[in-house]
């Protein structure tokens, strides 16, 4: 069955860097799209990014050009979301998700910002 | 960027209720809509994708309708496991966009 395991919970400090893993199974991970969605607390969802290992292609929301960088190791079916310059702001669950609309979800990994 | 309008924002309902909750995209999308579910400290789930289309697994209580830019998620006899929230979400250019949900309150 397809599963999509993200890395644990993170703290960080202001102006750090955090980087959130996303192990697939079940599938071909070479043949879908990932997208990174991120979710604050009582918020709605918010789309950051996509990546496809197979073409090697991707792509992100400009709110985060600069900030934000996916990639992945496809010998081990992982993909890797890199946000940078981290502020109180992006204290949220991030997910990710397979697919071009996603159909398979990661459980999320919270990720918290604070001094 | 395409912005996606859900309403209402909050619908209260009864179990056995028809409902139905609304998506405006500011740009035609064609169908390439899906709707989510998403329970409390939940990722989301998929219910509807290509505006119609029911996802595996998915009880046939739900359907989707639509094209271009109106488009309607309906839940034909609620049930206690409804209550939740709810995105519709394009996919038709990036930068994909989400509506600002709708959730479903037992009345």
């Known amino acids: 069955q397809v599963q999509l395991v993200q890395s644990g919970a993170e703290v960080k400090k202001p102006g750090a860097s955090v980087r959130v893993s996303c192990k697939a199974s079940g599938y071909t991970f070479r043949s879908y799209n990932i997208n990174w969605v991120r979710q604050a607390a009582g918020q709605g969802l918010e789309w950051m990014a996509w990546?496809?290992?197979?073409?090697?292609?991707?792509g992100y929301a400009q709110k985060f050009q600069g900030r934000v960088s996916v990639t992945w190791n496809t010998s081990i079916s992982t993909a890797y979301m890199d946000l940078s310059s981290l502020r109180s702001d992006d204290t949220a669950v991030y997910y990710c998700a397979k697919g071009w609309y996603p159909d398979y979800w990661g459980q999320g990994t919270l990720v918290t910002v604070s001094s | 960027d395409i912005q996606m309008t859900q309403s209402p924002s909050t619908l209260s309902a009864s179990v056995g209720d028809r409902v139905t909750i609304s998506c405006r995209a500011s740009h035609a999308i064609n169908t390439w809509l899906a709707w989510y579910q998403q329970k409390p400290g939940k990722a989301p789930k998929l219910l509807i994708y290509s505006a119609s289309n029911l996802e595996s697994g998915v009880p046939s209580r739900f359907s989707g309708s639509g094209s271009g830019t109106e488009f309607t998620l309906s839940i034909s006899s609620l049930q206690p496991d409804d209550f939740a929230t709810y995105y519709c979400?394009?996919?038709?250019?990036?930068?994909?966009?989400f509506g600002q949900g709708t959730k479903l309150e037992i009345k």
């Open positions: 990546m496809n290992p197979g073409s090697g292609n991707t």
């Open positions: 979400h394009q996919y038709d250019t990036y930068p994909l966009t």
